[in-house]
């Protein structure tokens, strides 16, 4: 086995189950959890004063180490059936989904050294928490996620443009209705559609005045339990069809009577 080849089972979970892939998984795992927590800790002001100095060094360990995966995945990235060019293949891989991804991670670190607009550069340094999606990578539930999404993306779809109809349907219904009324809270089609939006998802706490608004509003809360219940029993479905058919799958392994994950 070739250095290159050893270095891609390693980084790829699906490839490799020794000891040493497992402990860079789960450092990479703890390095994406901590640095969303830091995310979240540095927008405390009081905190960030006082724990500025951790921040930066946690920072620039982590820009490291996501750095050095970054271009070792693309050294060991030709080692792929459809990455094999060595040049064309791996310029392909740097427009890949999960590429793009783990440079989103680490690129806004090393913005601060081009002259640029500083409130340019905090709004591109909120793309950290695209560290947040390197999840999907290591995660077996992350991408039977995906695989369900992707299998039921056509009744998403359907169930989602419903909800938008019934948004639209509702948020004018609820104009004509409150705005003489209530013009304040309905002062247009846009803020209505705000607050059909709030009832839809059963967040809204602004109560109807006129009795027709009442009668709009008592259908929308009706429909919006059910709308929403829509896209919740399709990923259901295919959560249950995605476990039976891995289920189906699983085979054991014939040297050591282990069972094989798909």
């Known amino acids: 086995m070739t250095l290159r080849k050893r270095v891609y089972d390693i980084l790829d979970p699906g490839h490799s189950q020794g000891v040493l892939s497992r402990t860079v998984n789960y450092v990479i795992y703890g390095l994406i959890f ?6 979240v800790l540095e927008s405390v002001s009081s905190i960030c004063q006082r724990c500025s100095t951790v921040f930066w060094v946690f920072e620039v360990v982590t820009v490291v180490v996501f750095s050095v ?3 070792l995945r693309l050294w060991c990235c030709v080692e792929l059936p459809k990455y094999a ?3 064309r293949g791996r310029l392909k891989y740097l427009v890949s989904p999960f590429a793009l991804i783990d440079l989103l991670a680490v690129l ?3 913005l601060p050294f081009v002259t640029a607009d500083m409130r340019f550069v905090r709004s591109v340094r909120f793309f950290r928490l695209f560290r947040l999606a390197k999840l999907g990578r290591y995660s077996t539930a992350f991408r039977v996620l995906g695989q369900v999404v992707y299998a039921k993306r056509a009744e998403l779809l359907i169930s989602g443009s419903i909800v938008f109809i019934l948004t639209v349907i509702s948020s004018i219904g609820m104009y004509y209705a409150e705005h003489e009324a209530q013009p304040q809270v309905f002062p247009d089609i846009p803020t209505s559609m705000f607050w059909a939006i709030a009832t839809l998802t059963n967040v809204n706490h602004v109560d109807p005045a006129t009795p027709v608004g009442k009668c709009v509003a008592s259908a929308i809360f009706i429909l919006g339990l059910a709308m929403l219940a829509l896209p919740t029993g399709v990923l259901g479905a295919g959560f249950v069809e995605e476990f039976h058919g891995r289920q189906k799958q699983k085979v054991n392994c014939p040297h050591c009577g282990k069972e094989i994950e798909p």
């Open 85 to 87: 060019a060595p040049v």
């Open 108 to 110: 806004p670190f090393y």
């Open 34 to 39: 901590l640095s969303v927590v830091a995310i």
């Open 69 to 71: 995966e970054y271009l």
